[in-house]
């Protein structure tokens, strides 16, 4: 699986982004695509994650209510909505994939995109 991480920008705190991540390879049902992101000096931590179905979808308790994680089927593509931005949203965001069923973890994921820079200015 190949992944590519796109829509990143400067926004400024209340603004929204949409970021898209291209998947492409062999995927099923039983694939997780899941968005991170790696703040300077942080660790690498989970934002949201969508079933390659689409039956489920999680989100982390920060973006909960402000984020909305989606596929097109069409395009193959996953996007990761984001409204109501804040100064602590800046990161570097990251698009994963892995089968099974962990999906916080960034540990568990085996394919990753390049990262896409999302800065929100307060």
């Known amino acids: 699986v190949q992944l590519q991480a796109s829509g990143g920008g400067l926004v400024q705190a209340g603004g929204s982004l949409r970021l898209s991540c291209e998947v492409s390879?062999?995927?099923?049902?039983?694939?997780?695509i899941g968005w991170f992101r790696q703040a300077p000096g942080k660790e690498r931590e989970f934002v949201a994650a969508i079933r390659w179905s689409g039956r489920s979808r999680y989100y982390a308790d920060s973006v909960k209510g402000r984020f909305t994680i989606s596929r097109d089927n069409v395009e193959n593509t996953v996007h990761l909505q984001m409204n109501s931005l804040k100064a602590e949203d800046t990161a570097v965001y990251y698009c994963?994939?892995?089968?099974?069923?962990?999906?916080?973890?960034?540990?568990?994921?085996?394919?990753w995109g390049r990262g896409t820079l999302v800065t929100v200015s307060s």
């Open positions: 994963g994939a892995r089968q099974g069923s962990e999906y916080r973890d960034p540990r568990y994921f085996h394919s």
């Open positions: 390879g062999y995927t099923e049902s039983s694939y997780i």
